[in-house]
Structure formats: C-alpha cells, structure tokens
C-alpha cells in the first residue's frame, strides 16, 4: 500500500469573505472550513496531513483543529508557490510515496474523488489532477469587443492534486523562481506528464461571500437529521450586587445563588444543547459534588455542550433563550448577550435568539425571589 501525504495550504490571508479572519478559519455551519477540509482528508487510510499555516494564524489554528491529532503545522511563504515547497521540504523526512496538494478552501472533497486521484498515480502517472466540465458558456474581451470562446477542450482543474513525491518536490526546487498558478504547472514546467481524473461539481472552492451561502446549504442538506430540545433552569436571588446571565455581568440589587455562577440562561441552553444529543443533563457532565466547578463560569458548561454536538459531526443551526424575571431589564443587554452566546458556540449572532419576559407579578419570578430561563436549541446531524 502507497504511504500518502496530505498538503493542505491554508496559509492565505484574504479577509473578504471570512468576516473579518482569513476565509479558512471562517465558521461553515458552526465549524471553521479548514476543519471540514482536514476531516475530509482524516479518516482517508494510510495518509499522513500536513497543513501549512499563515505566521500569524497560530492561536486560530489551534483553535480550528482542536481534539484532532496532526503532525505540527508548517508556516507559509510569501506565495502559494513557496508555501507548497516548504510543506514539501517538511514532509521530506517521511519520504511518502505519493503527495496530494489541496486547497483548505475546498471543504467538500470526497474519497471517491481522492481514490481516483491516487489510482492514476499507482498506474503510473506523474501526476494526477482532477477535473470537471465547463458548462458555462465561456466569454471573452478582445479589442473592446466581447467575443464567444468555444469551450470545446476546456475544463476546470480542482484539488487535490497528486503528484510522486519525489518528482514534485524536484520540481518546486527547480522552477521556484517561476511565476505558476498551481503544483501542475509546476509539474509541467519540468516536463512531467500529467493525467486528468474525475472530479466533482460539489468540490466547490469556497471564495466569495456567495460561495459561503451556497457551502452552507449543501452543508445542511448533508447534515440532514435534525434535532430539537429544551432546557430548563431556576435560580434564586441572594444577597450581591451583580448577577450573571447569557455570559455577562450585569449589576443588580441582589446576586443569584448556585453552586457555579448561577448563570439560568447558560444553564438552559447547556441543557437544551445536551437534551439534541440525548446526552443527559448538565448536573450529570458538572455534578455539584464536583469542586471543580464551584464558582465557575458557565461559558465552560455550554462549551462542552457544544463540543459534543460537534464531535458527532453536528452544527448547531439555531439557539433561543426566554428569560422570565420581573428585574433586571433584559432588554439593554440583549444585544451583548446574543453576542457572547455565538462567540461561546462559534456560530453567527443571526443564529441567536435572546427574549425576556415577566409573569405580570404572579408566581416566585413575580415575586422577585428568582431567576427562571427557559431555551430551545436546533441542531443538525449527518
Ligand atoms: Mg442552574
């Protein structure tokens, strides 16, 4: 069996359409694309990732692979071209058989496609790239004119592309003073031959901020078993002077007794999170009995939550919390609340939803003695 090495260039810095971190790193669904793109490669057999990083990307990095096992990331140069070399250079040592260099904005590859492209390397090929028809038709500005371009003999190359590893990174040594567009055009410059595989329309390069909508409809189409559930929470006012609630602290006349922060609303959706994956409920993850958790902050708790509906290759698509209280007025801190809940979930705030709500007076919330939130939580799973 081939010992196969996985490059995946994700150091690129364009912002345009990731909200304001490089598109790698922008949230698919709840989940940074360059993760989607390293799980299509991880559960490929035999293959060894490499993943090559901006400089200045580490914390995101970390951030984005989390409970994945890679080798450490590689750092990229001024260009693409320099960033595939160095990947190379690094998986020198491992002197793999056969190298796929592929794009982190391609979250969508599937191991058929990997499959064909590996297969024309054990055939024999120098390299092997996949390719899709062109169905458009094709345009042309030429003198000022616009003129028809027959698209007979046309096609548009995708990643990854396979290459032997030793013929390659020959290659990017040889011409790494030449301008080229891709490892192919590398790989053509020193004169190898390369044959074109199969590849998919849903292989999609995910670059303008019309690409992110469309990944994420396929994206939810894919993750097709949706998942509703509540969650229910109560505490009571205490002597203080501040409370917690949704993530923040907002001064009070009273604080909110329990055994962490007291926080309800985090509490709920804790819940609400665990009861989608039928994973029990929070005293069950952060029993009370636990010092640990005394005095914590209840980010931890819906954190984890999240975590495990990730785990399962699940997003969380939609979040609402209801809080019943006649004081504090939630109304000023609604906004920050929603804030701090998608940046606790890594999902956008247009998926967050925060109420507040009194009982006319009636019942312990009525009476001031307490605190009661309620939350309802959508998730989809593949
Ligand atoms: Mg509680």
């Known amino acids: 069996m081939p010992r196969i090495a996985i490059l ?24 940074p694309m360059l993760r989607w793109t390293i ?14 990083i901006g400089l200045d990307q580490l914390a995101l990095y970390q951030e984005a692979v989390a409970g994945l096992s890679l080798r450490p990331p590689g750092f990229g140069g001024a260009t693409r071209q320099e960033t595939v070399r160095r990947g190379l250079e690094l998986l020198e040592p491992e002197a793999p058989d056969f190298v796929l260099i592929h794009d982190a ?4 590859v599937s191991h058929i496609l990997i499959d064909e492209v590996i297969a024309a390397l054990e055939a024999g090929a120098d390299g092997a790239v996949p390719h899709v028809a062109v ?53 053509e410059l020193a004169g190898h031959k390369i044959v074109a595989t199969a590849g998919e329309t849903n292989n999609m390069k995910v670059t303008t901020p019309e690409d992110f909508t469309t990944a994420q409809i396929f994206l939810a189409a894919r993750l097709g078993d949706s998942r509703t559930a509540t969650g229910f929470d109560v505490h009571t006012f205490g002597p203080g002077d501040h409370i917690w609630l949704c993530g923040l602290q907002i001064p009070h006349t009273h604080g909110l007794v329990g055994y962490s922060d007291a926080d309800a609303g985090l509490h709920a959706l804790t819940d609400a999170l665990l009861g989608t994956i039928a994973a029990g409920d929070i ?24 975590g495990l509906v990730r785990a399962k290759g699940g997003a969380i698509v939609h979040v609402d919390v209801t809080l019943i209280c006649e004081r504090p007025k939630i109304g000023p801190y609604r906004d920050a609340m929603r804030a701090k809940i998608a940046e606790i979930l890594k ?33 989809r799973l593949p």
């Open 135 to 187: 169905s458009d038709t094709l345009r042309k500005l030429e003198g000022g004119k616009w003129i028809t371009v027959p698209r007979e003999g046309l096609l548009r190359a995708q990643t990854p592309q396979g290459f032997r590893f030793a013929t390659i990174l020959a290659a990017h040594r040889a011409f790494a003073a030449e301008e080229v567009t891709d490892d192919t055009a590398v790989a």
């Open 39 to 52: 799980e299509a490669f991880a559960d490929y057999p035999n293959a060894d990732i490499q993943v090559m």
């Open 8 to 31: 995946i260039v994700a150091a690129g810095k364009g912002v345009r359409a990731g909200g304001g971190v490089p598109k790698q790193y922008a949230p698919l669904l709840g989940k």
């Open 347 to 379: 999902i956008d705030i247009g998926r967050v939803s925060v109420k507040a709500t009194t009982t006319e007076g009636l019942g312990f919330t009525g009476r001031r003695e307490g605190i009661a939130a309620e939350a309802i939580a959508t998730v």
């Open 283 to 306: 005293g069950m993850h952060f029993p009370p009995t636990d010092e640990r958790w005394r005095g914590a902050t209840s980010s931890i708790f819906l954190d984890h939550a999240a």
């Open 105 to 108: 904005a391609r979250p969508f």
